[in-house]
Structure formats: C-alpha cells, structure tokens
C-alpha cells in the first residue's frame, strides 16, 4: 500500500501550510493510472479548503489556483518525493520509482489476504462494535427478489466493517409478528392442506396468504378474525402460537437454504415476535413520559413535530391497544443497544420506509435516547426487469438458478473453457458473481433495471469478467514453471503497462476507505475491474514464458500481487474467485 508516501508528502505539505500530517494524509491519492501521466500522487486542495483542513487564501478574489500556487513556493522535495507539479486539482508528486515498486510488492507479499486491511485510513474506524441488519424477509412467505438487495447490501457492509476489524453482529430481523400472522391463520383454516405443507410449505403458505387477502377483500369479518387471532397471540394463546411457531420453523429452515447458496450468513435470527412484551412496556414508558396521546379512534401516537402541533406523529398502538411494527422496532432498538452497547446500528431496508426510519429515530430520542445518532437507515432502490425466458422470475431461487444455467450454456460454448471437475458448481459461484457486479455497478439508492445478457458477458464491465482475470492469472502462474518470488529488481518492471498494474495495486485501501465511508460497494467494483483491465493490457505486452529469468520471476510476482489484490477486493464484495473456468 501506500501508507509511507502519503505520511511523505502529507509532511512537506504540513511543513507548508503549518497544519498537522495526521489532518492531510488521508487526502493524499494514489493517482489513477489510466488518466495520471505525470506523478503517482495526487493532493487535490479544493476538497482541504471546503473541509476546513486548509485555510482559505484570505486575499481579495483570491482561488484555488492561488492557494496552490502559495503551497508550490514552499514546498521541498525531500526523499522519497523526487518531483512536484500542479495541476487544475491540485499538486501532483513523483516518488523514488524504484522504493514504490518495492514497497508494494514486498507489502502484497506479506500480507497476502490481509492485504488493503492494515491502512492509516482505517485508524478511527478500528475497533468499532456495528450492528448490522438485513435481508429480514416476512415467515411464510417465499423469498423473491425484492429481498435480494438487502441481503447482499447487508452482506457487503457487514464483510467490509468485519475485514477491518470490527466487531460485526449480523442481525435478520424476520417479519414475524402482526396481524398478517393473523390472516394466514385465519386463511389456513379456510384454505390449508397438511399434505401439501409438507410437501412444499413455503409455495403452500404463500397461496393461502394470497387467497385469505382475496377473501378478506370480499369480507370484513375474515379481517375481524384475523385481528382476533393476533390478539390471542399477543397475549400467549397456546394454540396460536404453537400454529405460529410451526410456520417460522418451516421458513427458517427454507431462508437458511437459500442463505447457503449466496454464502450469507447470520449471528442472529431475532424477529418482531421477540419484542411482543417489550413493544408493551415501551407504551407504558411513553405513557410515563408524557409522550403518548390517544388520538379519537383510539390509536395511541407521539407527537414528532418541533412546536408540538401533531404536524408529524408517529402511531405506536391501535384502538385495540395491540401493538404496531414501529413499537417492536423501539424495543429491538433499544434492547440491541443495551446488550452491545454499539457504536454503529445499520438497518438496510428499501428506500420507500425512509419515513418509517425518520419516525423510529425521532422517538427514541424524544424518550431520551441519545444513542439513536448511532442509528442508520441505509437506503436502496429497487431491481427490475430480472426475467428468465419462462417470463417474470419471482423467487430467488429462479434467480439463482437461471444465473447458474446460463453461465453453464455460455461456459459449455467457449472455446477457452478449461476442463474442471465441478462446472456446475463453478457456474453457479460465477453466475452469481455476475448478479452481485451488476447490483453493485450504481449508487445503492438508484433504481436499476437488471439485464442478463450484459451481466453474464465475459468482456467488459462484469462479473464474469472479473472471475476470468482472477483465472487467468492462477493459468498464469502455474503453467510458469516457477515459484513466485518475494522480491525483484525494481529495475525489471519499468514498462509502461508494469508501472500502471503496480500503481493501481497501491491505490487498493483508498477504495476500500471509499467504501467504507459511503457505504457504497461500486467503489471497489469499480476498483477491481480497473485493475483486471490493467491486468489485461499488461498480460498482453509482459511475458512471462519465454524471458530471461529474472524478467520473468518480476513480472510473475507482479502478476501474482495483482492476484491476490483482485481476490482481496472480491472477497469483501461477498464473491468468491474461482481458479478454473
């Protein structure tokens, strides 16, 4: 990585400017090097002075360009910076060549799949204690793509605080609890077959919830016993919840299925039902404090609104005195808070409850929970247009069987194909590499519209494209003959293409901290392609068979760190690369 040069530069820039190294370090980037034709570090000024880093230049009409100009007057090289320019961002820094090539080498090599981890970048974040929750799909009902971004949102954020070195706890907080419960009851006992539960429950239990909600419609009295239902519940009916508790088992056991295939897991199944006592003293707590009002229909709410006009409430309880999803919301929040005591909670949950979140948090802290600051609604759009040729794909299961068949079909058809013992299995790990890349390519909140053809293609931006660089370089090195070193003549990698592969292997904790601070998982896809398409211009132009020796053992420990980069960067996308394909 490029820890030593950015605390280089960012000390001539402190001696400059009379601000301390440790405020501009984390500015200083490992320029792009497909656009960079002249320094390996780039220190944009513009972000430093609207971040408060560098003071504005105080003369009349004074720029950006005049603030540079001021630091260029006192800037000087010293070792390992060789050579300072501007540019219209910023100040661009050539290094010692051959200490960068050497120190990032040698640095892959010894933290091998640790590699992007151990970073200045990443001081402040260590340590942290995050919750994570995700996927939290509703019992007894199938697992369809619209809980797809979730979980793999979810998934990615909670690998990324994990790998560096946070303590993450995974939450699936199942919809397992109201009156819909009430409805599949009630539609159970109309609509229910024990022989085809067990044959096929998730599918059965989903029929009879969409033929109750259709007879609901036509009478209010199926309603009516649907509410009656939960309040037993509520209040510990036997009977209910033993009809309850075998229908979360029977959903559990098919979401755990599912999980397996995506290589999603979970410290945690909580749900709604865990927080049905609590959700009550929350009431009593909100009655205690003067918070609760009883609206004419009965439903009891907390006011939200700064000048106390009701002009924003939140309903925490209906006529009944039954509770909503907001008031078992309040109770997880706050039990999760008390038994870990976290300094982060995430809840990735679609884009259309952002009013919901704004509401839990305005509660908790009107009921003087400081904490809820901690609290985060990560937002996402929605996924369209996932279709197999049979028409619409619902469940995820379609999903990840028409990626796993296609990429089969495509690699069957390639010439290129490598013989393997598994190909079914290696094309379900690529297929769905390919839907994650194409989840990941935009911002998380954008909508986008999902396209096979492009996902599974083996050239351009793709996930594929990404699983055939990492495959093409275990080719590489095993068919070389030869072990890869742990050190080479800088001298040796002088070419242009070696010099663009090596400077973008520098840059990898710099996306990842990208990342990190956005939530945004495009950065290190982004990352990642970049260094597979370097990695593809470089493989054409440096040789490794046929070259003298020494030439060859640099350039297969060069190739061999852009390996482990690009298996570092898909890990923490939640994909696993594959050796043959």
């Given at each position: 990585?490029?820890?030593?040069?950015?605390?280089?530069?960012?000390?001539?820039?402190?001696?400059?400017?009379?601000?301390?190294?440790?405020?501009?370090?984390?500015?200083?980037?490992?320029?792009?090097?497909?656009?960079?034709?002249?320094?390996?570090?780039?220190?944009?000024?513009?972000?430093?002075?609207?971040?408060?880093?560098?003071?504005?230049?105080?003369?009349?009409?004074?720029?950006?360009?005049?603030?540079?100009?001021?630091?260029?007057?006192?800037?000087?090289?010293?070792?390992?910076?060789?050579?300072?320019?501007?540019?219209?961002?910023?100040?661009?820094?050539?290094?010692?060549?051959?200490?960068?090539?050497?120190?990032?080498?040698?640095?892959?090599?010894?933290?091998?799949?640790?590699?992007?981890?151990?970073?200045?970048?990443?001081?402040?974040?260590?340590?942290?204690?995050?919750?994570?929750?995700?996927?939290?799909?509703?019992?007894?009902?199938?697992?369809?793509?619209?809980?797809?971004?979730?979980?793999?949102?979810?998934?990615?954020?909670?690998?990324?605080?994990?790998?560096?070195?946070?303590?993450?706890?995974?939450?699936?907080?199942?919809?397992?609890?109201?009156?819909?419960?009430?409805?599949?009851?009630?539609?159970?006992?109309?609509?229910?077959?024990?022989?085809?539960?067990?044959?096929?429950?998730?599918?059965?239990?989903?029929?009879?919830?969409?033929?109750?909600?259709?007879?609901?419609?036509?009478?209010?009295?199926?309603?009516?016993?649907?509410?009656?239902?939960?309040?037993?519940?509520?209040?510990?009916?036997?009977?209910?919840?033993?009809?309850?508790?075998?229908?979360?088992?029977?959903?559990?056991?098919?979401?755990?299925?599912?999980?397996?295939?995506?290589?999603?897991?979970?410290?945690?199944?909580?749900?709604?039902?865990?927080?049905?006592?609590?959700?009550?003293?929350?009431?009593?707590?909100?009655?205690?404090?003067?918070?609760?009002?009883?609206?004419?229909?009965?439903?009891?709410?907390?006011?939200?609104?700064?000048?106390?006009?009701?002009?924003?409430?939140?309903?925490?309880?209906?006529?009944?005195?039954?509770?909503?999803?907001?008031?078992?919301?309040?109770?997880?929040?706050?039990?999760?808070?008390?038994?870990?005591?976290?300094?982060?909670m995430y809840y990735v949950v679609d884009k259309s409850q952002e009013d919901h979140f704004c509401q839990l948090f305005k509660t908790l802290k009107k009921m003087g929970h400081t904490w809820a600051d901690k609290c985060q609604h990560v937002k996402f759009g929605r996924v369209q247009?996932?279709?197999?040729?049979?028409?619409?794909?619902?469940?995820?299961?379609?999903?990840?069987?028409?990626?796993?068949?296609?990429?089969?079909d495509n690699m069957q058809q390639a010439a290129t194909t490598k013989y393997m013992d598994n190909p079914e299995e290696v094309a379900e790990t690529v297929g769905i590499t390919a839907v994650l890349a194409q989840d990941f390519r935009g911002k998380i909140q954008s909508n986008y519209?999902?396209?096979?053809?492009?996902?599974?293609?083996?050239?351009?931006?793709?996930?594929?494209?990404?699983?055939?660089?990492?495959?093409?370089?275990?080719?590489?090195?095993?068919?070389?003959?030869?072990?890869?070193?742990?050190?080479?003549?800088?001298?040796?990698?002088?070419?242009?293409?070696?010099?663009?592969?090596?400077?973008?292997?520098?840059?990898?904790?710099?996306?990842?901290?990208?990342?990190?601070?956005?939530?945004?998982?495009?950065?290190?896809?982004?990352?990642?392609?970049?260094?597979?398409?370097?990695?593809?211009?470089?493989?054409?132009?440096?040789?490794?068979?046929?070259?003298?020796?020494?030439?060859?053992?640099?350039?297969?420990?060069?190739?061999?760190?852009?390996?482990?980069?690009?298996?570092?960067?898909?890990?923490?996308?939640?994909?696993?690369?594959?050796?043959?394909?």
């Amino acid at each position: 990585m490029a820890c030593h040069f950015r605390r280089a530069i960012a000390g001539l820039i402190s001696k400059a400017a009379r601000v301390r190294e440790e405020k501009i370090a984390p500015w200083v980037q490992v320029s792009n090097p497909k656009i960079s034709s002249e320094g390996e570090f780039l220190l944009p000024i513009k972000p430093l002075i609207d971040n408060g880093v560098l003071p504005p230049n105080s003369a009349e009409g004074a720029n950006t360009q005049d603030t540079i100009a001021n630091l260029m007057n006192k800037i000087s090289c010293q070792h390992p910076v060789v050579k300072v320019v501007t540019n219209k961002n910023g100040i661009q820094f050539t290094v010692d060549r051959a200490l960068l090539i050497k120190s990032v080498l040698s640095k892959v090599q010894e933290d091998r799949e640790q590699y992007g981890r151990h970073s200045d970048l990443f001081v402040e974040r260590k340590g942290e204690k995050v919750i994570v929750e995700y996927s939290s799909p509703n019992i007894a009902k199938p697992f369809h793509a619209g809980h797809l971004r979730s979980t793999i949102i979810g998934n990615f954020i909670a690998k990324l605080h994990h790998t560096l070195g946070n303590k993450v706890v995974r939450i699936n907080y199942l919809g397992d609890w109201g009156v819909q419960f009430g409805l599949l009851a009630v539609g159970f006992q109309l609509f229910g077959s024990e022989e085809t539960l067990q044959r096929n429950p998730i599918q059965h239990l989903f029929e009879v919830y969409v033929k109750v909600n259709q007879a609901a419609e036509e009478n209010e009295d199926v309603h009516r016993q649907a509410r009656e239902v939960f309040r037993l519940l509520e209040h510990g009916d036997q009977a209910a919840l033993s009809l309850w508790t075998r229908f979360r088992d029977l959903s559990v056991e098919e979401y755990s299925r599912i999980y397996k295939r995506l290589r999603v897991q979970f410290d945690e199944y909580s749900g709604e039902s865990m927080y049905s006592d609590r959700s009550q003293q929350v009431i009593s707590q909100l009655q205690e404090a003067g918070l609760l009002q009883t609206t004419k229909r009965g439903t009891g709410v907390v006011d939200l609104s700064e000048d106390n006009s009701m002009s924003l409430y939140t309903t925490v309880t209906r006529s009944d005195g039954t509770s909503l999803y907001i008031t078992r919301d309040i109770a997880a929040a706050v039990d999760r808070y008390e038994r870990y005591r976290f300094d982060k909670m995430y809840y990735v949950v679609d884009k259309s409850q952002e009013d919901h979140f704004c509401q839990l948090f305005k509660t908790l802290k009107k009921m003087g929970h400081t904490w809820a600051d901690k609290c985060q609604h990560v937002k996402f759009g929605r996924v369209q247009g996932m279709k197999t040729r049979r028409g619409e794909v619902v469940l995820l299961d379609d999903i990840l069987n028409e990626a796993q068949r296609q990429m089969l079909d495509n690699m069957q058809q390639a010439a290129t194909t490598k013989y393997m013992d598994n190909p079914e299995e290696v094309a379900e790990t690529v297929g769905i590499t390919a839907v994650l890349a194409q989840d990941f390519r935009g911002k998380i909140q954008s909508n986008y519209k999902f396209d096979w053809n492009r996902a599974l293609q083996s050239k351009g931006d793709t996930g594929v494209f990404l699983q055939y660089t990492h495959a093409r370089l275990c080719s590489l090195e095993q068919e070389s003959g030869m072990s890869v070193p742990d050190s080479c003549d800088p001298a040796l990698l002088q070419e242009r293409q070696a010099l663009q592969l090596l400077q973008q292997i520098a840059g990898f904790d710099q996306a990842v901290h990208k990342a990190l601070t956005e939530l945004e998982p495009r950065h290190i896809l982004s990352y990642t392609l970049q260094l597979s398409h370097l990695v593809a211009a470089a493989h054409r132009s440096l040789k490794v068979k046929g070259s003298p020796k020494d030439v060859a053992e640099a350039r297969l420990l060069l190739f061999n760190s852009a390996r482990v980069t690009l298996a570092n960067g898909m890990a923490l996308l939640c994909m696993t690369p594959v050796d043959r394909m």
